[in-house]
């Protein structure tokens, strides 16, 4: 762990000092985020990075900070400051048609360190590309593409977190390729990797939980059960209307045999989801959504506490009111924005009484943004939330407000 801290901090100094000492020379590449010419799939590079000469690297990351007052049932923790996240990324051209790129993330002050994503990319055609490492699994488009600043909310969507494991990455290998043809853009992707495992429904949250997963660092060493996951993705683009992604992964979870005994059947797990975003033109407002479906194979004598169907997602709306020159930033903007959120880990009824089976939420957040560039955003929301347990009780009441920064450095 020391020793992952002391790489950090040299990638940090590295990057600070010699990066900005190169910056009179036009060495500092920073893409904008909003290029109408790329899709979810390209998240990975789209994002601004210092070169260095001649040297064959480049830096780049991005932080989050918030501040938050949020109360439930009348009970607040009070005053909170939390240091979300800082992430590195590192890539490199190793030659014309080879490319290296990894993330290391740092959560909540340095207290988590994981490799989100470490990958050698090798171009052979453009509708073949050959990825392999730890990839990002491509299940919906907040996966690939959740940098903080590219967001005018200071917490990632529910569906992606709580029910969705956000930022699901493994070891795997597989193909991406895209295909113009004037206003239209057709990308895929599929890859094979290592799967989810029994926490999904063996987990300290005593419910189907997907994003258990995550807690299990040992899934970069092997597979549980030697099965492979299989996630597919195919996306289609118009520069005019917009993108619509459609995503599918599955895999078996469990362990169903050891040293050739077999212990129990294949239980797979399969999901469904759907994205799009776009964007008006005369009004210049974004939207951006999002919906999953789940469907876990759990055994015959799980009780029904355990969901065995779950689906949810979000919806952004955002609102560009002001674009001007503010305090020397020349094209700086406020926006006006709203995310509306749904998730239900149990979908269906009780067998006894026919009731609707509750353990479900559903969210709405107004938002209030600057960003004086592109790559750096003040966000100030206003949570609303409310959330049922299992038997569907009057719903707790989520209330509060939430100040944050995120910039690309």
């Not at 290296?100 to 959560?107: G, K, M, P």
């Not at 926490?199 to 807690?215: G, H, M, Q, R, Y």
């Not at 989520?398 to 944050?404: D, K, N, Q, V």
Request: charged fraction near 20%; charge should be neutral; hydrophobic fraction near 35%.
């Amino acid at each position: 762990m020391k020793n992952k801290y002391i790489l950090v901090w040299v990638i940090f100094v590295f990057h600070h000092f010699y990066g900005y000492s190169q910056n009179d020379s036009s060495n500092v590449k920073r893409r904008d985020t909003s290029d109408k010419n790329l899709m979810n799939m390209d998240a990975v590079y789209n994002r601004p990075f210092l070169t260095f000469g001649k040297i064959p690297i480049s830096l780049g990351g991005y932080m989050e900070v918030n501040w938050q007052y949020i109360g439930t049932d009348g009970i607040t923790e009070g005053h909170q400051f939390q240091a979300r996240r800082t992430t590195v990324f590192i890539a490199s051209s190793i030659s014309k048609k080879i490319k290296f790129l990894t993330e290391i993330e740092l959560e909540e002050g340095g207290k988590e360190i994981s490799l989100e994503f470490s990958s050698i990319d090798v171009e052979f055609h453009p509708l073949f590309n050959l990825r392999s490492g730890i990839v990002m699994n491509p299940i919906g488009a907040f996966n690939q593409n959740h940098d903080g600043p590219k967001w005018e909310f200071t917490d990632r969507p529910i569906a992606a977190t709580q029910m969705l494991p956000a930022t699901w990455s493994n070891v795997g290998i597989g193909a991406f390729g895209k295909n113009y043809l004037k206003d239209w853009m057709l990308g895929y992707e599929v890859y094979v990797t290592n799967g989810l495992d029994e926490s999904i429904v063996d987990n300290e949250e005593n419910k189907t939980f997907l994003p258990a997963s995550k807690n299990n660092p040992s899934r970069f060493e092997g597979s549980l059960n030697g099965m492979p996951s299989v996630t597919s993705k195919i996306a289609i683009r118009n520069n005019q209307i917009g993108e619509v992604g459609l995503s599918y992964m599955s895999g078996v979870y469990n362990t169903f045999q050891k040293d050739g005994i077999v212990l129990d059947q294949k239980r797979h797990y399969n999901i469904w989801a759907i994205d799009f975003n776009t964007r008006i033109p005369k009004s210049n407002t974004s939207i951006i959504g999002e919906w999953a479906q789940i469907k876990v194979n759990l055994p015959d004598d799980y009780i029904q506490q355990y969901g065995r169907k779950q689906h949810g997602g979000f919806i952004d709306v955002v609102q560009p009111v002001m674009k001007r020159k503010i305090a020397g930033w020349k094209d700086a903007v406020f926006n006006i924005s709203c995310r509306l959120e749904y998730v239900d880990w149990n979908v269906g009824r009780f067998e006894e009484t026919s009731d609707k089976i509750g353990d479900s939420l559903w969210s709405m957040m107004p938002a209030v943004s600057f960003r004086p560039t592109g790559q750096t955003v003040f966000r100030l929301n206003y949570r609303i939330q409310r959330q049922k347990d299992i038997l569907g009780n009057i719903p707790a009441r989520t209330s509060g407000f939430i100040f944050g920064i995120s910039s690309y450095f």
